[in-house]
């Protein structure tokens, strides 16, 4: 299971204690024995802060054997730079972090994912595809951080369509032939990433290949304002380190093009008047129901208090209970609200939000 997933799972479970234990990676090795060092020591810290929950004597026992188990049972290979662990009476989920977050050891009534969160809605999300005749490889990135893509099922390549009689037959017109490889092999491709949910409308992607295929894929993809970044070369028989080097050299024009597109498309509704800005404005039309796309300036969050008989109002001043609820991050649980309401969202430079006070949103109508 991806670390989306896992959010997605854990976000709102409050089957208490929950422990979350998150660890730097600061040198991945196989086996990683730095990091075992370090879950040892968190695995301590946990048994120290369950003391406290006497009152949950069976869920407590429940989990110290989870953690037991853990720590006996799991090869910590991994190359990525964090690591999050999730376990209470239900839930036992181990996630793999593409960026570095911040270490830390809570046991508490809910999991602790925020800073999480607002590290990825901080970096530049993104996906790295490379292509050719031989392979099909793919990475996911926040930022620079890239994490590797299980694609098992996916065309390994154009190669894999080749049939030998009609190669024969067809040596007379051998260019006509490989362009037809090359489209059965880019049309199940993307067939493939989509089935798989990696299609959407908010993250782009850069496309590696030979620029025949490169040219294909952005003819064939659905969503062909998304490819934001092209390289020449296939990624065949590139390292980790290689591709998060040549993404590195890429990110600012990447970004920079991603941001333009996507304020090209809102500009129809701006020009109409569909859209408001600011906090305040963005959560009453979310919660009312109106909101189609919310647009937020990365790594923006701010406390504020939503009125408990008036959940369409918040305030960014601090309110007494028990008028009002508390929101650590009222732009998280925006986004949550807008999410469930079937909205989508988008993050962007502070460049492109100041006008905007940080949140845009456009209107249903």
Known sequence: MDFHSVFRQIRKHSNCPCVSIILHNPSPTIPNRVLQG????????????????????????????HLQQLLDSHIWD???????????????????????????????????VRDILYT?????????????????????????YIFPKDIDGAPDGAEAYREPLNEIRLMSDRSQYEATLMKK?????????????YITHAIPWLIAGDPKFVHLFKETF??????????????????????????????????????????QGLQKYIDAQRYVSGLEAAWR??????????????????????AKNRPEVISLQPMKAPD??????????????????????????????????????????
């Open 120 to 144: 990825m809605n901080r970096l530049f999300h993104h996906y790295v595809l490379s292509i050719g005749w031989k392979n099909t490889r793919m990475w996911e990135g926040f930022g620079k």
């Open 222 to 263: 659905p969503y062909p304002e998304l490819i934001v970044g092209e390289m020449p070369n296939t990624l065949d028989h590139a390292s980790i380190s290689e591709v998060q080097q040549l993404v590195e050299q890429r990110l600012t024009q990447m970004t920079e093009t991603y941001e333009s597109h996507l304020f």
């Open 78 to 112: 991994t190359y990525a730079p964090s690591l999050a662990i999730f376990i209470n009476q239900d839930i036992q989920e181990i996630t793999y972090l593409p960026f570095p977050v911040q270490a830390k050891v809570i046991v508490d009534t809910s999991f602790e």
């Open 38 to 65: 370090r879950l040892k020591n968190a695995v301590k810290e946990v048994d120290h802060q369950l003391q406290r929950w006497h009152s949950e004597s069976e869920k407590v026992k429940s989990i110290r054997v």
């Open 324 to 365: 009002y609820l508390y929101h650590e991050d009222a732009v998280d649980d925006l986004i949550e609200a807008c999410l469930d309401r079937k909205g989508r969202v988008y993050f962007a430079s502070s460049k492109w939000m100041k006008p905007y006070r940080h949140i845009l949103t456009i209107t249903r109508y």
């Open 285 to 306: 039309v979310i919660h009312q129901g109106r909101g189609m796309i919310l647009v937020v300036e990365r790594g923006y969050r701010t406390e504020g208090w939503s």
């Open 185 to 197: 092999y880019i049309r199940d491709l993307i067939h493939y990433i989509d089935k798989k949910g």
